[in-house]
């Protein structure tokens, strides 16, 4: 039988380690914390910010958590905007270190 809470601390952990500049958690019951996510500079060293905001779900990492996106920038195309949590991260098949990957993939999209 999979410990989820075990499973989710774990990886509350690991982000925290990853990101400490980025990383604030808001709740922990239910896990709920934001990543800030900046762009690499692009023109005249401008870059991007915009926050992700994620709640597992009970049973997390085997559903998708939820997530909002928050940006400041309008120039941000909704395209960029949006992630499918299903497309994104569980296609990949990847157990460990789910919300890592998204942020990465919408930095990437940002960029």
Do not use: W
Request: with cysteine.
């Amino acid at each position: 039988m999979t410990d989820y809470g075990k499973e989710q601390r774990n990886e509350l952990e690991a982000l925290e380690a990853i990101y400490p500049d980025s990383f604030t958690v808001l709740s922990e019951n239910p896990p709920n914390f934001t990543i800030t996510v900046t762009s690499e500079a692009g023109e005249n060293d401008e870059t991007v910010q915009t926050t992700l905001k994620f709640t597992y779900s009970e049973k997390y990492p085997d559903e998708a958590p939820l997530y909002e996106i928050f940006t400041h920038i309008e120039t941000i195309p909704p395209s960029k905007t949006s992630l499918d949590a299903d497309k994104v991260i569980y296609r990949e098949k990847c157990i460990v270190l789910n919300i890592y990957m998204t942020k990465e993939k919408f930095k990437k999209l940002l960029s």
